[in-house]
């Protein structure tokens, strides 16, 4: 079995980043080499990835399981390779670090079991968390873009009523900042 964990810190609120987060085609997405995120009901989705050590480059299929959704703090999953001896899980953990910043944890697992397991285990080894932080540093340029441009959209207050509007949601935002509720 081989494991990673990454952490990353984003600027924005934790709201926006679950909205980004609870799609999970969004996180296929960002995988390296995802071609494609079919998904088959809310919790169970299809990726077909094209993966490669070296010379070695080859196309799999991996049905992704999320067991559970906890927004906006956590997201829990599973994974098994089709017509593969290789199974993993995972975590996402989010925690509110400031009123537009957030920190988040990823954590993965593979286990592979068969007879090749410990050739592939060795050769995945030093992948993984190379796979892991590309993912979770995109997730982050991702998302600060998307938060960038929400707030650019706001843009300066023009007349009394965005300008109410601006103020109730900077005065929601602080609220949930001081006492950690909506």
Known sequence: MIET???????????????????????????????DCAVINAQDSRWTLKVGVGGLVRTVNVMVHVDAWDAPQQVQFSYRLEGDPVVGSGSYVASRRAA???????????????????????????????????????????IEKAAHARAAQDGPVTDG????????????????????CA
């Open 100 to 142: 537009q910043a957030t920190d988040v944890t990823l954590m993965v697992r593979v286990e592979g079991s068969g007879p090749m397991s410990p050739l592939w285990e060795a050769m995945s080894r030093p992948l993984l968390p190379q796979l892991a932080k590309s993912f979770i540093v995109q997730l982050k340029t991702e």
């Open 5 to 35: 964990q990454q952490m990353i810190s984003i600027d924005a609120a934790i709201d926006q980043v679950w909205g980004y987060v609870n799609d999970i085609r969004q996180w296929a997405s960002l995988v390296p080499g995802c071609r």
């Open 161 to 180: 009523r965005s300008g109410l509007r601006l103020l109730g949601r900077r005065l929601r935002e602080l609220w949930r900042t001081l006492f950690g």
